[in-house]
């Protein structure tokens, strides 16, 4: 046996990482004549590239991930005297760890901690709210941050992870209007590129 044999291991990664989101915004303001207004839950497509670099300790098990991530809702809804739409497309800038479990050489679960930071890029985004066809007030989007929590597989270069997201406001410079985006995220993910060294 070679007692100089070294084991090559990942230290940073490079992820594609398309995705569903699943998600419903709610409004509430009780002096605008606002009441528990809801967007229905939207099917939407989501588009990230993940950089993972692996730490140095507890044998490669731990790992920081920042993941720029575009993301959108648009919905349009209806009542007898509001009309309502919003068209919130973003760039967010997700930082997080994921801790790994080894299943065996080429497949691992994991489990990932992730912090939203209240910065993101909001490309035009905003709420439209017209009362009785005349009244029309427009809100721009301004996000706050948020945590999410997630957990999947990972096979040789390929990924699939569904992650749940706390509330997050997107009306965060309007004092009196409460609100709150919901979202359940599928995400699949493939390698595209990484950096290995000999443990």
């Known amino acids: 046996m070679n007692s100089g044999t070294k084991s090559n ?24 004549y606002y009441k528990d207004w809801k967007y229905t839950n939207k099917v939407s497509f989501r588009i990230g590239v993940e950089a993972e670099l692996v730490l ?3 044998k490669n098990k731990w790992a ?46 994991f489990v990932n901690g992730i912090f939203i930071v209240n910065y993101s890029l909001n490309l035009n985004s905003d ?8 009244n029309t007030t427009t809100l721009d989007i301004s996000t706050g941050p948020s945590f999410a929590v997630g957990g999947g597989f990972e096979y040789k270069r390929a990924s699939a992870e569904i992650r749940y997201y ?13 609100n709150k985006y919901t979202r359940v995220s599928v995400i699949f993910g493939y390698k595209i590129f990484k950096k290995v060294h000999a443990a």
């Not at 720029?68 to 509001?82: G, L």
């Not at 709420?127 to 005349?134: P, R």
């Open 9 to 32: 291991r990942d230290w940073f990664n490079l992820k594609i990482a398309p995705g569903i989101n699943f998600a419903t915004i709610s409004l509430d303001n009780n002096a605008y």
């Open 56 to 58: 140095p300790f507890k």
């Open 64 to 109: 920081a991930t920042f993941e720029p991530t575009f993301q959108y809702f648009k919905d349009e809804t209806n009542s007898s005297t509001v009309t309502s739409s919003v068209n919130f497309k973003s760039i967010e800038f997700p930082v997080g760890l994921r801790y790994y479990f080894f299943l065996n050489k080429d497949l691992k679960m």
């Open 127 to 134: 709420i439209v709210i017209s009362l009785d066809n005349y």
């Open 166 to 178: 706390t509330d997050r406001e997107i009306l965060n410079d309007y004092q009196t209007w409460f």
